[in-house]
């Protein structure tokens, strides 16, 4: 949603992950409405060396960058007393948490070249509602499971988003999160076939998000409009979490 937007709107895009047939096939649907180049790399930012692999890889193909938006995610769902260390807590830290912090300070050389403080670099981190809804058993997990380790990965993004804001302000370097609520995606397919209806039910906009939602918010971030706003956590869940807050 938010690379769509970016090639629409002219910037040269270069999107990343672990499995090059999806990437290959993002691409090609970017192109239907790019205005500049769309390029992908093949990576797992699961770890230090993978984020550090990625990097070496983008610096090999451009001297600068002006936007990085860190989007990599996973969770996990399990029962509250059998809930798996490695799977459930070290994967999802290691994805949601470290390589934020990895990608950005890998890559803050090239952020910084040429920034200015009325024109800075962006730093756009994915965090969740889920960052402040303690609720981890839901639709979007299976009856008796848990994302027990998700919020608190999402939690530490907006902490560590702050940090991040204080560190690079002075290069000219922004950071902010966006926290979004339900948007369709791979890791909601499994809660849209569970309860898709329910889910809706429970938007007092009467819809989900949209890729135009996510897209336009981003864009906002990375454009002149925000150049003097950091260190924000932006939510952008209709107003759903003022409903379930009613409802408790």
């Not at 769902?77 to 807590?89: I, Q, V």
Request: with cysteine; charged share 15%; hydrophobic share 40%.
């Amino acid at each position: 949603m938010i690379a769509t937007g970016f090639a629409r709107n002219g910037a040269t895009v270069y999107i990343a992950a672990r499995k090059e047939s999806q990437l290959k096939e993002a691409v090609e649907d970017m192109k239907k409405v790019a205005t500049a180049g769309v390029h992908y790399l093949v990576a797992n930012v699961g770890s230090k060396g993978g984020c550090e692999a990625l990097i070496s890889e983008f610096k090999k193909c451009e001297s600068n960058l002006h936007v990085l938006v860190n989007n990599s995610g996973v969770t996990w769902g399990a029962p509250f007393l059998d809930f798996p260390e490695e799977k459930g807590w070290d994967n999802v830290f290691n994805v949601n948490v470290k390589s934020i912090f990895y990608m950005t300070s890998g890559l803050s050389d090239y952020l910084s070249q040429g920034s200015t403080s009325t024109d800075p670099a962006r730093v756009i981190n994915i965090s969740s509602t889920a960052a402040v809804d303690p609720n981890s058993e839901g639709l979007l997990s299976d009856q008796g499971n848990g994302t027990w380790s998700y919020q608190p990965s999402k939690a530490a993004v907006n902490h560590l988003t702050s940090q991040l804001a204080v560190k690079l302000a002075p290069s000219f370097i922004t950071v902010n999160a966006i926290l979004p609520g339900v948007f369709p995606s791979k890791m909601t397919a499994f809660g849209f076939r569970k309860s898709g209806d329910k889910m809706v039910q429970g938007q007092p906009m009467g819809r989900l998000g949209s890729p135009a939602d996510m897209a336009g918010l981003a864009l906002f971030l990375a454009s002149p409009a925000s150049a003097h706003i950091t260190g924000q956590h932006i939510i952008t869940d209709g107003g759903a979490r003022f409903v379930k807050t009613a409802k408790l």
